[in-house]
Structures are given as structure tokens and as C-alpha cells.
């Protein structure tokens, strides 16, 4: 329930209200103000930068290259920006976005504080009134929800966890001053990407580290490394046409030569020579993408995973250990594929405990730490890295309905529907960037953000010039997007796998793919030809 406000403040008045300050928020923004729409952004944390405010975890990192995770739309931008690793870290991206917030301008625009808590949409008169858990009431005819896809924290409802009497901490909720661990035992629950990236941290840092595994994720080695001069400037001399070049690939990351040979028709030591190529070359991108279908055809995928399967048993000394983390339950890459450094080798270190928690789960956390259904654990601290509410959380935290009573939530109850990802049907006038059914999570996120927020800037142009207040999805043309984003995905292994791509991570949410996984070249075909047909699909008044 959202905390009452106690001021009311006078009505804003906006031509287009923005939900949250990440990097979608920052570039919805500035391209508003490029249309002369007057905007401004509301934005929970005390600063900008969403997913890379929040999760300051040690190790938090950027699964994608540096030289890839960054705006594209401003040249000059991409020029000027040294990013001194491979991976950018959150520190250096939350500066970068800082960074681009000052250098076009849009700092003024954004209320930090204030979290949205309703979203009214009057039909009589066209405009989203919008408030906030600070009094704030804002009137816009446009409500664009950049609220990202992973920004709802969880922490499993573990009875007792009011008695722990050492200090907890979730991944997403990380404290600024940081956490030193130094001389502490500390239980870390959760092993998907957050929790593989800081693992290796904590045990460095902490007196003993307990590791809870419920599922074992495949992780490959990121060799990460200072960036090179070499491959900076060639990067950024061509980077127009990388960026232009990212669009015709599935995951909107340029550089990887699309592969031509599904793994079954490549002999065995030559298929092992390659992924052992890709190992050591480090990234998640050009290991999946070696062979056609290592993501549609269980036996392909079945030899790159018994591949890192086998590496890791190489590098993990201890055998229990090493058949734990080797993942058995599903496909490689069908759940996120993590990267890491020394995540595996952790597990050779005299202070670190590799727990089965899918055979002995948490049962409670007690006083001096939790117990599980085997044993208790003695624990100064506990770290969450147990995920998010993940694609549709943040939207249904906030009370989004029309003023004939429809509730997004209602709507959603069954999983969400939209259309294209970025409109609802039942709700005109609310973009969502990168929502679910856009490609946006398996994308390179900034590149879907941009193409995202480019056709809705379009679209509010279009409808400037042809007189109309008000878009509409309709009801037929979301049903055939979902039943689509939904075929197509039942052709690939990802339902193989109880994933946050399914909700699968949150008891009780219903369980459908939610993320388009056609590839960023047909889904930007579709939006550009939904546009070229006028809004097909869409009902324009
Ligand atoms: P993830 O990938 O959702 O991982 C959460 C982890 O927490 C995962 O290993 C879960 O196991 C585990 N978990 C959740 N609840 C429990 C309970 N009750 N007991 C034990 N273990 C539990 O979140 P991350 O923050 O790591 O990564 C999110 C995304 O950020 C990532 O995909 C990248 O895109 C960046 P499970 O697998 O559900 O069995």
C-alpha cells in the first residue's frame, strides 16, 4: 500500500508525464524535448540512473561490452566517453549516465524522491492524471512508463525474518556507503547473475561465506580486462555503422558473424575446439550465437552445456561441490546466462560452502542466522540475491486505470498482454519502454530503449500533425501480438526453463513467456510497418 501523502500540491500541468529516471526514462526525455514537449520525469531513488542506482552490489557489473551498453544517438557522446574496461561496472556506467544527464541538460527535468503511485486515465477528456507519494498531482495527455524490467526487489517471505539479529542486505536495495563483510560469517541466497558476480567478492572479503543454491545457473568467464587502446579506437571509428549493424542481429549486439551450421553437423572435437575458442575469448553473446540453433534444438544445446558442464567440474576441486553447480534443469541460455570472474573457483577456497537449498531449502531465519530443513547456520549477515518481480512488477506496484474503471492489474492478472510491447489495449496514451512482449531483456537494452522511445516519439509526432489526442491498441491486434511473442517462443528451448523470462521466480504469478524472443530485426520490421500503415492496429481519434 503506498504511503498516504499528508501535502497537496497544485497541479502540474505536461504534455507527457515520464516514470522513472533509468537509462530509458533519461532518453525519453530528451527526445520529448526534441519534439518541444514539455515533460518531466518522476524517479523513486534519490538519484538518476535506475537498474545501475540500485544495484551497487560488489562485482555488479554489465553482462555486455562497454563499448555496446552506451547511448548511440549522439555521436559526439559515443566519441568523447572512455570506458576503461570491457564490461563497465556500475560505478562507471551510473557516471556515465550522470554524465549524459548533465551534458544534454535533463537533470532539471526529473523530481528524484517521488515514487508514482496511481495512474488515472480520463476518457473524456484525454489526460493521464498522474500522483505521487509526495502530494504531487500531474495532468498530461501522455504517460510514458520507463519503470524497467527488473526494478521491483524480492525477498522470499522466509518466516522469521524480523529476528535475525546481524544485518540483511537484497542485491537491488544495495546500502551507498557499501558493506564491509571483513570478519563476518555471511550466508548469500541466490545464484543467478547477482549473486554469481558477487560471490567471489564476498568470499574474498568475509571470514566464511555459506552459499544457498536452489538452482545452479551456467555461467561463462567475462576476461574482463582494461580496455584496449586498439580495440577503442577502431570501435569508435566506425561506430555508425556498428550501431547501424546491431539492428540486423538478434540481440542488437554487432561484431559476432551470424553462424551457418547447426552443432550437430560439426564432428565433436571440432565443435569442442570452437567453444573451447569462445571460452577463452570470454562473453555470453558469441558462445550462444556459434551454432543456428543452440537455442531451438535440445540435442545442439545439449553439447554446449555439457561443454561448460564439463569445464566446470575441471575447474572445481571438490566433486560434490562441482556436481552442484553443474546445471542439469535447463538448457544453457534459456535462464540468463551469467558471466563471471572466478565465480567457479570460488568454490576451491578453504571459506567458502556450496548448499543444496533445492534439497534442503531455507526454512527460517532465526536470530543467529537461518535454518534450513537439514540444518541451522550460525550468520552475522544474510545477502537476498533472490531476484525481482521481474518485467511486470514495477507496472503493477503503481494503481494504473481508466476512468471507466479498468485496472491494469485486473488485466494482468493472467500474465501481461500488449501490443508490441509498448501499448496496452484499455489504456490510450501510456508507452511502456521496453515492457513485456518488446525484445528489450534480450536485447542489448539500450539499443531497444532507443528504438523503443524513437518510434513513440514518431507516433506522438504523428499524431501532432493529424489532429488526434488519443491511441489506442487494439483488442484483435494485441491478441495476435501475444499469441505471436508466444508461438514464437514455444519454437525455441527458454519455456524449458523456470526462468524471470516466465515469472517462474514468484510464487503464485502466472506462468507465460513474457519477453519477445523473434530478435530485434523482425520486431523493429513489425513496428516500423505498423507506422508505415498509419498505426495498424491501433485505433487513432
Ligand atoms: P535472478 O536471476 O532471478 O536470480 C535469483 C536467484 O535467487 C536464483 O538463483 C533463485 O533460484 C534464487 N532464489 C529465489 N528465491 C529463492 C528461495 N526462496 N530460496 C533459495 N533461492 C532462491 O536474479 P539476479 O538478481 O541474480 O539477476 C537478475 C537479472 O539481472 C539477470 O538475469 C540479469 O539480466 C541482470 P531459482 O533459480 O529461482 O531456483
Not at 128 to 140: F, I, N, P, R, S
Amino acid at each position: 500500500m503506498a504511503p498516504k501523502s499528508t501535502v497537496t500540491r497544485p497541479k502540474i500541468q505536461l504534455d507527457a508525464i515520464v516514470v522513472g529516471a533509468g537509462l530509458g526514462g533519461l532518453y525519453a526525455l530528451h527526445r520529448l524535448r526534441g519534439l518541444g514537449l514539455k515533460a518531466r520525469a518522476f524517479e523513486a531513488g534519490d538519484g538518476i540512473g535506475g537498474t545501475w542506482f540500485w544495484n551497487r552490489y560488489p562485482g555488479a557489473r554489465c553482462d555486455v561490452e562497454s563499448l555496446e551498453y552506451s547511448y548511440s544517438f549522439s555521436n559526439e557522446l559515443q566519441q568523447e566517453w572512455k570506458w576503461p574496461e570491457r564490461y563497465g561496472t556500475q560505478g562507471e556506467i551510473l557516471k556515465y549516465i550522470n554524465h549524459v544527464a548533465d551534458r544534454f541538460d535533463l537533470r532539471a527535468q526529473v523530481t528524484l524522491n517521488t515514487r508514482v503511485t496511481t495512474a488515472i486515465f480520463d476518457r473524456k477528456t484525454n489526460l493521464w492524471t498522474v500522483t505521487t507519494d509526495k502530494g504531487d498531482v500531474v495532468e498530461a495527455p501522455y504517460c510514458i512508463m520507463a519503470t524497467g524490467n527488473l526494478s521491483t526487489p524480492r525477498v522470499p517471505d522466509f518466516k522469521g525474518l524480523q529476528n535475525f539479529k546481524g544485518k540483511w542486505y537484497h542485491t537491488g536495495l544495495w546500502p551507498k556507503e557499501g558493506v564491509d563483510f571483513s570478519g563476518l560469517r555471511v550466508g548469500v541466497i541466490g545464484t543467478g547473475s547477482s549473486g554469481v558476480q558477487m560471490i567471489p567478492h564476498i568470499a574474498a572479503q568475509a571470514k566464511h561465506l555459506t552459499v544457498f543454491q536452489r538452482t545452479a545457473n551456467f555461467s561463462l568467464p567475462a576476461r574482463n580486462g582494461p580496455m584496449e587502446p586498439a580495440r577503442e579506437s577502431t570501435h569508435k571509428a566506425n561506430y555508425p555503422e556498428r550501431r547501424k549493424a546491431a539492428y540486423d542481429t538478434p540481440f542488437g549486439i554487432a561484431g559476432h558473424p551470424p553462424p551457418t551450421q547447426s552443432a550437430l553437423d560439426v564432428p565433436e572435437a571440432e565443435r569442442n575446439r570452437a567453444y573451447e575458442e569462445k571460452w577463452k575469448e570470454g562473453g555470453s553473446i558469441s558462445f550462444l550465437y556459434g551454432y543456428t540453433d543452440l537455442l531451438t534444438n535440445k540435442a545442439s544445446n545439449d553439447t554446449a552445456s555439457e561443454f561448460v558442464r564439463n569445464k566446470i567440474r575441471g575447474i572445481v576441486k571438490d566433486k560434490r561441490t562441482a556436481e552442484l553447480l553443474a546445471p542439469k534443469d535447463h538448457p544453457i541460455g534459456t535462464k540468463r546466462l551469467c558471466l563471471d570472474t572466478n565465480y567457479y573457483e570460488t568454490y576451491n577456497r578453504a571459506n567458502v560452502l556450496l548448499e543444496d537449498a533445492r534439497s534442503a531449502p531455507v526454512e527460517e531465519i532465526t536470530a543467529n542466522g537461518l535454518r534450513t530443513t537439514a540444518k541451522q547456520y550460525d550468520l552475522d549477515a544474510i545477502v537476498f540475491a533472490t531476484g525481482f518481480d521481474a518485467m511486470t512488477g514495477a507496472l503493477n506496484e503503481i494503481d494504473i486505470r481508466t476512468s471507466d474503471g479498468t485496472r491494469l492489474r485486473d488485466k494482468w492478472e493472467g500474465g501481461p498482454l500488449t501490443y508490441l510491447g509498448l501499448m496496452v489495449a484499455g489504456f490510450p496514451n501510456m508507452f511502456v519502454i521496453t515492457g513485456p512482449g518488446s525484445p528489450g531483456v534480450k536485447t542489448q537494452m539500450i539499443l531497444s530503449i532507443e528504438q523503443h522511445m524513437d518510434w513513440i516519439a514518431d507516433c506522438l509526432k504523428h499524431l501532432k500533425t493529424k489532429g488526434y489526442h488519443r491511441i489506442e491498441a487494439e483488442e484483435k491486434a494485441e491478441t495476435e501480438w501475444v499469441d505471436h511473442v508466444n508461438e514464437v517462443a514455444h519454437k525455441t528451448l527458454y519455456p524449458l526453463a523456470h526462468s524471470w523470462y516466465m515469472g517462474a521466480n514468484i510464487p503464485g504469478k502466472t506462468r507465460v513467456f513474457m519477453p519477445y524472443v523473434g530478435g530485434v530485426p523482425a520486431y523493429k520490421r513489425k513496428c516500423d510497418e505498423v507506422a508505415a500503415k498509419g498505426y495498424e492496429g491501433f485505433t487513432l481519434a
